[in-house]
Nanobody
């Protein structure tokens, strides 16, 4: 079994910061790749950042400079830090882990940026 759990979302004022967590557990040593997606109200889910199968950190062009990925191998967790939060950052953030060629989704964590 593979489990993916996101956490760290919440209500934040513009300009603030959040660190989202994507923790994996189960019959794995580590995920081959982990990616973050955001789905805003009324919009399709879109990729925003992730760690590739080669261990490289990638970001959507619009998020570069504000989004930062880090990894804790011991905890099998990938973090997404978002700085200078904007209202358009709001949405449900989902984590997708790729393990042995299969994708596993978490249930998301809600980020709401408003005054």
């Amino acid at each position: 079994q593979v489990r993916v759990v996101e956490s760290g979302g919440g209500l934040v004022q513009p300009g603030g910061s959040l660190r989202l967590s994507c923790a994996t557990s189960g019959t794995i040593l580590s995920a081959d790749a982990m990616n973050w997606y955001r789905q805003a109200t009324g919009q399709e889910r879109e990729w925003v950042a992730g760690m590739t199968t080669g261990g490289q950190f990638k970001y959507a062009d619009a998020e570069k400079g504000r989004f930062t990925i880090s990894r804790d191998r011991a905890k099998m967790t990938v973090y997404l830090r978002i700085d200078s939060l904007k209202p358009e950052d709001s949405g449900i953030y989902y984590c997708k882990a790729r393990v042995r060629g299969r994708d596993y989704w978490g249930n998301g964590t809600l980020v709401s940026v408003s005054p």
